[in-house]
């Protein structure tokens, strides 16, 4: 434990606040990332797809049809992955790009359970919320769900935490269980795409039917990959009568949504 944290543990204990930057440990606010930490945080900036919120990037292309296909798609802001795939969430949401920094701080929570993380990130996802209109749109939250057994060796579900903690910040209800996972999906390294994409949307069930029925749902998790397991939440949900899913995750992955684009 660095002399920071250390302080920062006997003003706990004092004062039953916390007075640092849960990132770097600089005197602040433990609520929210200090100024040069949230600098260093990779933002997503726009144009970005319409759908999942990736960043679209102007990619070096020979020929000037291609650079023509290119500038049509751009213009109509739906990158390659939305376009050759069937979204069950109506739009997805992120404040930042899931590289460097912000790579640094899902990966403190996950592996690390550095969970004293988890207000600084759910306050940077509401207030993304916000300016996308999602907060007000939004009848509740539900976090993506982990497998039991990834669960029990984990020993918590970020989604979760993250979720509960948006839900507290916009003032909507968290609905806890709403999804479980019933395959584990975990290491999929030697399936395909498309193989893999099928496991992962068949892998959720909704077990509050009731809860989630003609509700606009506001799904919480830490990263957009490939957006299926997003998908695969939102179609269990629809399918129990949810009236709508958006997604709303702290970093999105732009390589993954690279590697969609077959040109
Ligand atoms: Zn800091
Ligand atoms: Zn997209």
């Not at 002399?3 to 433990?30: I, K, T, W």
């Not at 403190?108 to 300016?131: G, N």
């Not at 903690?165 to 390294?189: F, K, W």
Request: glycine fraction near 6%; charged fraction near 25%.
């Amino acid at each position: 434990m660095n002399l920071a944290r250390l302080c920062s543990v006997v003003l706990d204990v004092l004062f039953g606040e916390r007075h640092f930057c849960p990132a770097c440990g600089r005197f602040g606010s433990a609520q929210a990332f200090c100024g040069e930490c949230t600098a260093r945080i990779p933002k997503v900036s726009s144009p970005a797809c319409r759908v999942c919120g990736t960043p679209l990037r102007r990619r070096a292309l020979a020929g000037s049809d291609a650079q023509e296909a290119q500038d049509a798609r751009e213009a109509r802001h739906v990158c390659t992955g939305c376009r050759l795939t069937r979204r069950y969430f109506e739009c997805a949401r992120a404040p930042a790009i899931y590289e460097g920094a912000a790579r640094e701080h899902v990966h403190d929570l996950k592996y690390r359970a550095r969970v004293e993380i988890v207000p600084a990130l759910s306050r940077t996802m509401a207030l993304c919320a916000i300016r996308h209109a999602m907060a007000d749109w939004c009848d509740c939250v539900v976090a993506v769900p982990m497998h039991p057994d990834k669960l029990a060796r984990r020993g918590f579900n970020q989604a979760e935490l993250l979720a509960r903690a948006v839900a507290s910040l916009l003032g909507a209800p968290l609905i806890p269980g709403a999804l479980s996972r019933r395959e584990y999906t975990g290491t999929q390294t030697f399936l395909d795409r498309q193989n893999r994409r099928g496991n992962v949307l068949n892998a959720f069930v909704c077990d509050e039917p009731a809860a989630v029925a003609e509700a606009r749902i506001l799904l919480v998790d830490d990263v957009l990959t490939s957006g299926a397991t997003a998908d695969g939440c939102a179609r269990a949900l629809l399918r129990s009568g949810a009236s709508g899913v958006n997604v709303l995750t702290f970093a999105v992955s732009v390589a993954d949504m690279r590697d969609w684009n077959p040109m």
